[in-house]
């Protein structure tokens, strides 16, 4: 894979330079592992508009060599990390305006910022970093597609072994393992499971709940392959499903379908997001999709773009989105069917490959 970080250091160094400050203090570890490749939990680090410095604990000494190598100054710090801040900037005195994530700055580092810090000054910034990971490069695409083949491969070895009775943790146990075993680093986040009623939950958690003959059975769940994600959701149903079950599943299946195959590069948000919402809002159902379309995939399963009834961005070309249309009757049951998307320069590309029939789960 082709290291691109100089290249990345050198676009943000453009920003900084544009925004009139000195340095960026980041403290969000995926936009600290996008700069640098470094993947532990614990650093800070401060980038200027021409070289990096990153501060981490004696946990990560042999791991940030092996990461970082020589892109950045590392200093392994034994006390604390913003000690180590705070000793570095004192021989930096040409550093005077510097920029901080706002939306991932806790409030009691704000303070040290106000407080230990009150020698510099201190500028809020939003997405310096966020805006350069939306567009993802072919590595990072590729990254993303292993990570959907694990997880659509975890969901076929999964699939045989789901039975009416089982509760919802259990299906999710096995689904946890099954990614384990396909090659997951670790799930992106808590798999769904949500039978019968509860799958017009659009965010349930697996409960105790016995899955049943006749009902929904919706997962939505992801895998990560080299720190990037995948997300993808199927619906089944235990059983023979009924008319009405298939007419809905239908309208999803197809909403789905429409907004995987039109969406490009260049339409805004909210146009995305209408592609599908509109079809579903034509068979009738409009009221019952209550969340947006979808979101930005990466680094973090939910990160920039916005596909959404408010998303008036237009989505960049190499973005990777979730297109999730469903529909959701309280008491009921509902349908949701998600999938990964790249906006390539030729045309939307389906990452995630597994049937969108309607399957019936013994």
Not at 159 to 182: F, N, Q, S, W, Y
């Amino acid at each position: 894979m082709a290291d691109r970080r100089r290249d990345r250091l050198a676009a943000l160094g453009a920003r900084l330079q544009a925004e009139k400050i000195d340095a960026l203090l980041l403290t969000s570890l995926p936009n600290i592992r996008y700069l640098t490749g470094f993947s532990g939990s614990s650093a800070l680090v401060l980038a200027t508009p021409s070289e990096l410095r990153l501060i981490t604990d004696f946990r990560y000494e042999t791991q940030v060599a092996d990461e970082v190598g020589d892109l950045a100054q590392v200093r392994i710090e034994p006390v604390s990390l913003w000690t180590g801040l705070w000793d570095m900037l004192q021989k930096l005195p040409s550093i005077e305006m510097i920029g901080f994530e706002s939306a991932h700055l806790l409030h009691r580092d704000f303070q040290r910022l106000l407080n230990d810090g009150s020698r510099w000054q201190w500028r809020p910034q939003l997405n310096l970093v966020e805006d350069l990971r939306e567009a993802k490069d072919e590595d990072e695409v590729a990254l993303i597609v292993e990570a959907g083949t694990i997880a659509t491969n975890a969901l076929s070895r999964t699939l045989p072994a789901i039975h009416v009775g089982m509760t919802e943790l259990e299906v999710a146990g096995v689904l946890e393992k099954a990614l384990r075993d396909e090659g997951s680093e670790e799930a992106p986040f808590p798999p769904i499971v949500a039978s019968g009623p509860r799958s017009a939950l659009p965010h349930a958690r697996a409960s105790s709940r016995v899955v049943q003959s006749g009902e929904f059975l919706l997962i939505d769940f992801g895998a990560q392959h080299g720190g990037y994600c995948s997300d993808v959701t199927r619906t089944f149903v235990m059983g023979e499903p009924t008319p009405e079950q298939r007419d809905i599943f239908a309208i999803v299946r197809d909403a789905n379908h429409i907004a995987a195959h039109s969406i490009k590069a260049g339409m805004t948000g909210a146009a995305a997001d209408g592609l599908a919402r509109s079809y579903i809002e034509r068979c009738g159902y409009g009221e019952a999709f209550g969340h947006s379309l979808g979101h930005g995939l990466g680094l973090e399963v939910h990160e920039a773009p916005r596909l959404a009834r408010t998303a008036e961005a237009a989505l960049r070309a190499g973005s990777v989105v979730t297109i999730e249309p469903g529909i959701y009757r309280p008491g009921w049951g509902g349908v949701r069917i998600e999938d990964d998307v790249h906006l390539s320069a030729n045309g939307p590309q389906i990452l995630t490959n597994f049937s969108r029939e309607l399957i019936e789960v013994a």
